[in-house]
């Protein structure tokens, strides 16, 4: 495992058990054997530590959402969905406690808000992908013209993102059917999008 790997594996272990505000370079070095230069020959800033750490160490729900744009008329758009948002139940609950450190303090959201703006990442990214794909669908004939793709992709992002946050709260253990809670929200939605028949 090379030294990038290493930083990765340590900042993503700092983060899940010690939140992101206990994740500084100082200690994410430290778990990793190294020394702070060394993040620095291959990370410019923390945040883009943390943002490598959401595309490379979670569930992939960006991979998931780029394949997406390649099944626009392929599958059937309910099924589609179905993977998306079981990649976001993943991906929100793996997520979801590092996450939730970063709104504790507001300079350290600041530099993460201006740090993955830069990296050209973000939370939009999800609904305008899933926005897009809609859309595309929607010329496809496969999603009524009626339907706003902006407010589908919100509505499923946020239960996928609501179950993460009840899980943690209450203390549940880690869900294990995420592709059946996929399907009952998809479901919940599919009716109100897909054409009359």
């Known amino acids: 495992m090379g030294t990038r790997d290493r930083i990765l594996d340590a900042a993503a272990d700092i983060?899940?058990?010690?939140?992101?505000?206990?994740?500084?370079?100082?200690?994410?070095?430290?778990?990793?054997?190294?020394?702070?230069?060394?993040?620095?020959?291959?990370?410019?800033?923390?945040p883009e530590i943390f943002v490598a750490v959401l595309h490379e160490r979670l569930p992939q729900l960006a991979a998931t959402l780029q394949r997406l744009q390649n099944q626009v008329g392929e599958g059937s758009v309910r099924g589609n969905l179905e993977d998306v948002v079981a990649a976001a139940l993943a991906f929100y609950d793996e997520s979801f406690p590092m996450?939730?450190?970063?709104?504790?303090?507001?300079?350290?959201?600041?530099?993460?808000?201006?740090?993955?703006?830069?990296?050209?990442?973000?939370p939009e990214y999800p609904n305008q992908a899933l926005s897009a794909y809609l859309r595309a669908e929607q010329r496809h004939g496969r999603v009524r013209g009626e339907v706003d793709p902006?407010?589908?992709a919100s509505l499923l992002f946020g239960a996928c993102l609501q179950h993460a946050f009840f899980r943690h709260f209450s203390g549940a253990p880690e869900p294990a059917g995420a592709q059946n809670t996929a399907s009952a929200l998809v479901s919940v939605v599919a009716g109100g999008i897909e054409p009359a028949r």
């Open 99 to 122: 996450l939730v450190g970063i709104f504790a303090e507001r300079r350290l959201l600041e530099a993460h808000r201006e740090g993955v703006r830069r990296l050209g990442a973000g």
């Open 15 to 46: 983060m899940r058990t010690d939140g992101v505000a206990r994740a500084t370079t100082k200690e994410i070095a430290k778990r990793a054997g190294f020394s702070e230069a060394a993040l620095y020959k291959h990370f410019t800033d923390k």
């Open 150 to 152: 902006n407010e589908v």
